[in-house]
DNA sequence: CCCAACTCCTGGGCGC
DNA sequence: TGCGCCCAGGAGTTGG
């Protein structure tokens, strides 16, 4: 499932192509998730941008193309369409250079979806209008991060997957970093020594994503079809029967706030 | 405001 | 070989 590092893989890739490419032609799935992917034709795009796991891309009209991948969505820029029966949008593009491309959305489950909106109106996209911080912002230090997890009083796991202590985190990478940060995915009350553990544990297995351009289970693929290796190097998620890597006790796994959850009971006690 | 429950979706894995 | 069942889960929606 695309999270920070798979969109972040993805935004280096075709930011700088997507700059000043004109939108000549656009279609998409009828569902209303994506049909707003034909508004922006006639526009000249901007870079792109991504804040969470949203990908944003300025048109010269004032407004802003919004694509969240869910879980299998893919979006990739292509020379000739491809044969995909799941792709769910696509926008023929031309780039600076005159050259012509196809930028595909592709999404087999379509839990993804495509917005356009006035620049900077999220008032419509609660999860976007109410996100925290970016990880890697410098203003997010370890006060603020403890602050903003104590607003809540959910278990630290789902209050991660909320997006609002911290942008970008999923399934796979907040497991991930309470493994590295040994917290308990159900702790409710986190101490602020904790949580400054856990910032860095996070910033860690995200950066360490994108160093191996993403993790691919199974749909995850960047702009240009090309899996990621991340999940070569995942300690917690996935990983349940099998010995914890720090302390040999065998890994727990169970679905906390209705996501599946993977955990050492030995050495991420309450 | 917060939170919990429900909803959207389909390929793939498994038991029989 | 194929059928039925279940699982994966981010975020939007609804209702308390």
């Known amino acids: 499932m695309p999270e920070l590092p798979e969109v972040e893989t993805i935004k280096r890739q075709i930011s700088e192509d ?3 490419a004109e939108v000549i032609e656009a279609d998409s799935h009828e569902s209303a998730k994506f049909t707003p992917a034909r ?5 000249k795009l901007g870079e792109l941008r991504r804040r969470g796991k949203f990908l944003i891309v300025s048109t010269d009209d004032d407004r802003e193309l919004i694509v969240h991948l869910g879980m299998t969505g893919k979006l990739r820029l292509v020379e ?3 044969e995909d029966k799941y792709i769910r949008a696509w926008w023929k593009i031309e780039l600076e250079s005159g050259a012509y491309q196809f930028l595909e959305f592709s999404d087999v489950r379509r839990f993804g979806r495509i917005k356009v909106v006035k620049t900077g109106d999220y008032k419509d996209m609660a999860t976007l209008n109410s996100m925290g911080p970016e990880p890697f912002d ?3 230090d370890n006060q603020t991060f403890w602050e903003n997890l104590k607003k809540s009083k959910r278990h630290v796991k789902t209050n991660l997957l909320s997006q ?9 990478y907040a497991d991930e970093a309470l493994w590295h940060a040994q917290i308990n995915p159900k702790a409710k009350t986190i101490s602020k020594k904790k949580a400054e553990k856990l910032l860095v544990a996070i910033r860690q297995v995200l ?5 191996n351009g993403g993790t691919t289970l199974r749909d995850y693929r960047d702009a240009y079809g090309q899996s990621g290796s991340n999940q070569r190097q995942l300690y917690a998620y996935g990983r349940s029967g099998e010995e914890c890597f720090r302390c040999s006790k065998i890994m727990k796994s ?3 706030d209705a996501r599946t959850t993977t955990w050492c009971p030995q050495c991420q006690k309450k």
């Open 80 to 82: 000739t369409p491809t």
């Open 138 to 140: 410098e203003k997010l």
């Open 207 to 211: 950066q360490q994503g994108i160093d």
């Open 18 to 20: 997507l700059v000043d």
């Open 39 to 43: 508004e922006i034709v006639g526009t």
């Open 164 to 172: 609002k202590p911290i942008a970008g985190v999923g399934n796979i």
């Open 254 to 256: 169970d679905t906390i």
